[in-house]
């Protein structure tokens, strides 16, 4: 279909989502671990695929975004990362989805999570910041502008 630049992204630290760490009542405050494991498995061979995809297919550029470690840091350096900012049970909010009757957060700006799986606006803000002029260790070889350069 002519596509040459393509973006990748891989799979986010899953055992940190407020389903996760309500479901895993042993992993405390912290992330989930064995979710997590996977996931970095995953995007470890990811990782490598694209590289030997660019090396082989003259002409495509294959870019892998490492989202894994964009949220991460965020959950590692924010406010409310524990807890969903649309909750109805459990001690992170994960246990139902976001209903008619849930708790909302005042401030969605400072929370990662909009509800058990997903991430706020605030939390896509930050990452696609990083995506678009991020350094090596969020996005290789390149980022989302200097892939639109070459």
Same mark, same amino acid.
């Given at each position: 279909?002519g596509a040459?630049?393509?973006v990748v992204? $891989?799979?986010?630290?899953i055992?940190?989502?407020?389903y996760q760490?309500?479901?895993?009542?042993?992993?405390?405050?912290?992330c989930?671990?064995?979710?997590n494991?996977?996931?970095?498995?995953?995007n470890?061979?990811l990782?490598?695929?694209?590289?030997?995809?660019?090396?082989?297919?003259?002409?495509?550029?294959?870019?892998?975004?490492d989202?894994?470690?964009?949220?991460e840091?965020?959950?590692?350096?924010?406010e409310s990362?524990d807890?969903?900012c649309?909750r109805?049970?459990?001690?992170?909010?994960?246990m139902v989805?976001?209903?008619?009757h849930a708790?909302?957060?005042e $401030?969605r700006?400072?929370y990662?999570?909009w509800?058990?799986?997903?991430?706020?606006?605030?939390t896509n803000?930050?990452?696609?910041?990083?995506? +678009?002029?991020?350094?090596i260790?969020?996005?290789?070889?390149?980022?989302?502008?200097a +892939?639109?350069?070459?």
């Amino acid at each position: 279909m002519g596509a040459r630049k393509i973006v990748v992204t $891989d799979i986010p630290p899953i055992g940190c989502c407020p389903y996760q760490r309500d479901h895993n009542p042993f992993s405390g405050r912290a992330c989930v671990a064995f979710p997590n494991d996977l996931a970095q498995q995953y995007n470890q061979q990811l990782k490598q695929m694209l590289i030997e995809l660019t090396k082989t297919l003259k002409g495509m550029t294959f870019v892998y975004v490492d989202v894994y470690r964009m949220i991460e840091d965020v959950v590692k350096n924010y406010e409310s990362y524990d807890k969903a900012c649309c909750r109805m049970l459990g001690l992170h909010g994960g246990m139902v989805p976001c209903l008619q009757h849930a708790k909302i957060c005042e $401030d969605r700006s400072k929370y990662v999570f909009w509800y058990w799986f997903h991430v706020t606006e605030k939390t896509n803000v930050i990452t696609a910041k990083r995506i +678009l002029d991020g350094e090596i260790n969020d996005i290789s070889p390149v980022n989302v502008r200097a +892939l639109s350069q070459i």
